[in-house]
């Protein structure tokens, strides 16, 4: 039987690319990383950008870096509600269908035309482990999560790339959805290993 998959829940945060980070934050500013994520080589900012939507309200989000070649923003199904933002559940990078928001910054604002998403779960694997459990890169799996309250998270991405640490990826709505907190471990379907 596979090994189990720590499950974790990601806050809602943004992507920026060079160009706007710069617009955001005056031209040459580096930003000053705060902490590094569990996958290889990512991390998240101590900056925070300001998202809004078609209404009034505005909600705060981390930076992660590194840049990306376009900016991306991810939130919740409640959060792009409250904002009145039309956002997709998409893959992590598939913005043919995203949102358009406002980013304010310290240092200046930016009108975002298809940014925002709403995160679907995915699984981030390396080559190695993909080739171990015999994922491909793109396919929809099932996970079923371990304890007490027997639960499974059907539609979940594949992800592999040779930097990637094992982790299941969850956005805080979802997980309420499913009851998940604390210390968690899924695993893949029989029918997919």
């Known amino acids: 039987m596979a090994r189990p998959i720590p499950v974790e829940i990601i806050p809602s945060h943004i992507h920026l ?20 994520l569990s996958q290889h080589g990512q991390y998240a900012y101590a ?35 409250l904002l009145g933002i039309a ?14 928001c406002r980013l304010k910054g310290p240092g200046g604002e930016v009108k975002a035309q298809a940014v925002v998403i709403i995160p679907k779960p995915h699984l981030h694997v390396s080559d190695a482990e993909a080739k171990a459990l015999r994922l491909e890169n793109g396919e929809e799996v099932a996970l079923d ?31 309420r959805q499913y009851w998940l907190s604390g210390v968690l471990h899924a695993r893949l379907r029989e029918m997919n290993v």
């Open 47 to 81: 900056e925070t950008v300001e998202v809004f939507g078609k209404l009034k309200r505005g909600l705060e989000l981390r930076v992660l870096g590194p840049h990306r070649r376009t900016s991306q923003v991810e939130l919740t199904p409640t959060e792009a509600l």
């Open 145 to 175: 999560i371990i304890g007490d309250n027997q639960r499974t998270l059907e539609g979940v991405i594949v992800r592999v790339h040779p930097s990637y640490r094992l982790r299941l990826h969850v956005h805080p709505d979802l997980a």
């Open 87 to 100: 956002a997709p559940i998409a893959r992590s990078g598939d913005l043919s269908q995203a949102g358009n």
């Open 17 to 36: 690319s060079e160009s706007d980070h710069s617009e955001l934050f005056g031209a040459g500013h580096a930003g000053t990383i705060a902490n590094a």
